[in-house]
């Protein structure tokens, strides 16, 4: 089989979001070049076993690899190989290095203070660009999931935001916070009708009236991940339990919401030193 056609099937495949093609293109180009003339059909775990270690040596042109990135890579082939050669076929062994624990990065509440005060006028723009981060904030949002949203996605009455998830397609519903709606409705009543010229069902839109994209949400926020971060962390620091940060945050697994457990370590020793005796 040859191994270049197959990675051209798997990725032109209707399965993978355009996302997911263009960041697994790379990866598997890389594998199907490391190959060379071996046949994809002799791929075995000898096979991923050394390709995992030219990943992870300074042989690969780049240097040595962290542990996620080469996790990332091996992700992208095995999901290529299952595609080309059927789930049997592709060992389950773990390959990559394990990785360290890596705490989320969340602002202090402060911190987010600051960023939103940052964002104060009176103009469209303005108005648009505190809306904007105060839901993200509010909602824990992703980037892709902020601009992404309609106007018929916020539910002013029930204080509900209706989010569609592009990550796994899991979507859901969170709670629209007091002043996340504050803005919101100053966004829609002041702002938004001086700025759409098209984009109807958009709630965000850009100087030309069409939906926002990514980039103008990183051009106020360099990493707005941060405030998804700062939203679950800040949420766990006032008494709310890891499943329901789990669902407002739309994690398919409670292991990714877990990462956060630190914070909620931190606030049970809070509560242990001031409540218990012996403490």
């Excluded at 962290?66 to 999901?79: D, E, I, Y």
């Excluded at 190989?81 to 624990?101: E, M, Q, S, Y």
Aim: aromatic residues 6%; without cysteine; proline residues 5%.
């Amino acid at each position: 089989m040859e191994t270049s056609a197959a990675a051209e099937r798997f990725l032109a495949s209707p399965s993978l979001s355009n996302a997911t093609r263009r960041a697994y293109r790379n990866d598997v180009e890389e594998f199907a070049r490391w190959l060379g003339d071996r046949p994809l059909d002799a791929v075995d775990v000898r096979t991923l076993v050394d390709y995992t270690a030219y990943l992870g040596s300074a042989r690969n042109g780049r240097g040595k690899l962290a542990p996620a990135t080469v996790a990332r890579k091996l992700a992208a082939v095995r999901a290529f190989l299952r595609h080309a050669l059927g789930p049997a076929r592709v060992p389950d062994a773990r390959l990559a290095p394990k990785r360290g624990r890596r705490l989320p990065d969340a602002p202090r509440e402060a911190e987010v203070e600051r960023v939103l005060e940052s964002l104060a006028g009176d103009g469209p723009l303005e108005l648009r660009n505190r809306a904007l981060i105060e839901l993200v904030y509010s909602a824990g949002l992703r980037s892709a999931e902020a601009v992404g949203l309609d106007l018929g996605d916020v539910d002013f009455e029930q204080e509900l935001v209706h989010v569609r998830s592009g990550k796994g397609g899991k979507d859901r519903v969170v709670p629209l916070g007091e002043e996340a709606a504050h803005w919101v409705a100053r966004y829609l009543r002041d702002a938004r009708p001086k700025l759409a010229r098209g984009a109807a069902d958009a709630l965000f839109l850009s100087t030309r009236g069409r939906r926002l994209d990514t980039s103008a949400l990183r051009r106020l926020v360099p990493h707005p991940h941060r405030l998804r971060h700062a939203f679950a962390t800040h949420l766990l620091e006032g008494g709310a339990d890891l499943r329901t940060i789990q669902e407002l945050l739309g994690h398919s697994s409670l292991s990714t919401t877990q990462v956060y457990s630190h914070v909620d370590t931190r606030r049970l020793r809070r509560v242990y030193d001031s409540a218990h005796p012996r403490s």
